[in-house]
């Protein structure tokens, strides 16, 4: 069974810094991973879908990297922006089956 | 181009009655997913649908729930004699094909019941 985990829960960042969210994934007979970020009481907007052919993928100030074989991915955001605020969620596609296993998300927060 | 759709945004409904929760997908997708988001936890798959099929049912409870995907017209997820757990943010995405296609996620269905 397919167990997500997301690190750290929560992150504070003063406006402009770099920062890194980690995810990792216990089965890597995966599809693609997702990365989603999800606003209070909205949707999910999809931010990048890294192929588990591929290394990384980049949008932006995002960058996505997975590292399959060890079970990895990490977002990249670059000169973080107030309105980066939000949780992101990491989600693998299982391979067979088409589903989205979630991780519990990071919580972002940066300040201005 | 239209994103996911899905109506109501907000339904509350006492204990016992039925939840009728309608997805439409973006156009051109035939492949159709449910998903819920119980208070404080993560979203959880419920079932894949394509046009007309139950493709994975897997994360459906066993009773009061079902889902169908008709050749004409939206997703509908219907939870029958609700009770207060089924309270949570119902969301559907869909897709343009299997494998390794993005999901596309509606805004979602926040279901209360009193």
């Known amino acids: 069974k397919q167990e997500v985990t997301q690190i750290p829960a929560a992150l504070s960042v003063p406006e402009g810094e770099n920062l890194v969210l980690n995810c990792s994934f216990t089965?890597?007979?995966?599809?693609?991973l997702q990365w989603f970020r999800q606003d209070p009481g909205k949707g999910l907007t999809s931010l990048l879908l890294?192929?588990?052919?591929?290394r990384e993928q980049t949008s932006g100030r995002l960058n996505a990297s997975l590292d399959k074989s060890s079970g990895r991915s990490t977002l990249y955001i670059a000169a973080s922006q107030p309105g980066d605020s939000a949780t992101y969620l990491c989600?693998?596609?299982?391979?067979?089956?088409?589903?989205?296993?979630f991780g519990k998300g990071t919580k972002l927060t940066v300040n201005p | 181009n239209a994103g996911v759709m899905q109506n109501p945004r907000h339904l509350v409904r006492r204990r016992g009655q039925e939840a009728r929760l309608r997805c439409s997908p973006m156009?051109?997708?035939?492949?159709v997913y449910w998903y819920r988001q119980l208070p404080e936890e993560g979203l959880k798959f419920m079932v894949y649908?394509?046009?007309?099929?139950?493709i994975d049912e897997s994360g459906m409870p066993k009773e009061r729930f079902s889902a169908e995907f008709p050749k004409e017209g939206p997703s509908i997820l219907r939870i029958q004699q609700v009770v207060r757990g089924d309270s949570a943010a119902y969301f559907c995405?869909?897709?343009w094909g299997t494998g390794a296609y993005e999901q596309y996620f509606g805004p979602g269905t926040r279901l209360t019941v009193t």
């Open positions: 989600a693998p596609a299982e391979g067979g089956s088409e589903k989205l296993v």
């Open positions: 995405a869909s897709s």
């Open positions: 890294i192929q588990s052919s591929q």
């Open positions: 156009k051109g997708h035939s492949h």
């Open positions: 649908l394509q046009k007309e099929n139950i």
């Open positions: 089965d890597s007979a995966i599809y693609n």
